[in-house]
């Protein structure tokens, strides 16, 4: 059997590639055109927050409403919540790098389809190679299957960091979830403790 490749992916990869600086990467992505849909129905892309010497990283989903609106991630209410968990890591959030799988919202806040998410992460992964973080966060599946790959399951893989490009990764829930599940849920206390742990992993590091 073959598969078709998906050439807007590999000219993602290449563009990304050559880019020579953070800067040059997040200037390609407003002109990126390559998800027809996301592309037409997007306010503007959301390339993510990079403070100069981030050395935690948070990788999310996809912008929603909010974040479509103003270019920046995680600024609704999974943006609040991620802001006070952090600070009660000890960590402000304007020391973190945080940039999200899929850089244009889609539609009614659908979930990023797989090939979409797959042409994204071209420019998320030399982002990474230039924030060059100690320790990478994801928060939800989509960025979990980013990082590691389908088939693995958030339960069986968060609780301790594992090694990943030569850095740490810690998986944890996405504060989508913790809000649906409410303050007494499992998903809030296992993402303020996966925060907290990923925190620590930075201090020692
Ligand atoms: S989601 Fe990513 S790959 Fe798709 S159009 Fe937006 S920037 Fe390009």
Redesign the pocket.
């Known amino acids: 059997m073959t598969f078709r490749r998906d050439s807007a992916a590999e000219g993602?990869r290449r563009a990304a590639i050559d880019a020579k600086s953070l800067a040059s990467i997040n200037a390609l992505?407003p002109g990126?055109?390559?998800?027809a849909e996301?592309?037409a129905e997007r306010t503007r892309?959301v390339a993510g927050d990079f403070p100069a010497k981030a050395q935690l990283m948070l990788v999310g989903e996809a912008p929603g409403a909010q974040e479509d609106a103003v270019g920046r991630p995680f600024v609704g209410k999974g943006g609040q919540l991620l802001d006070r968990l952090l600070a009660d890591a000890g960590v402000t959030r304007a020391s973190v790098a945080v940039a999200n799988v899929?850089?244009?919202r889609p539609p009614g806040n659908r979930p990023p389809k797989r090939a979409?998410a797959n042409?994204?992460a071209g420019?998320l992964d030399r982002q990474i190679d230039f924030v060059d973080p100690e320790v990478v966060v994801t928060l939800g599946m989509t960025a979990l299957t980013w990082a590691l790959g389908l088939g693995h399951r958030l339960g069986e893989v968060r609780g301790s960091a594992v090694d990943w490009r030569g850095r740490r990764l810690v998986a944890t829930y996405h504060p989508s979830a913790a809000l649906r599940f409410g303050p007494s849920g499992a998903p809030m206390t296992l993402l303020r403790n996966d925060l907290s742990y990923a925190a620590s992993l930075v201090t020692a590091a």
């Open positions: 993602i992505i990126c055109v390559a998800c996301l592309a892309t899929v850089k244009c979409e042409r994204c420019w």
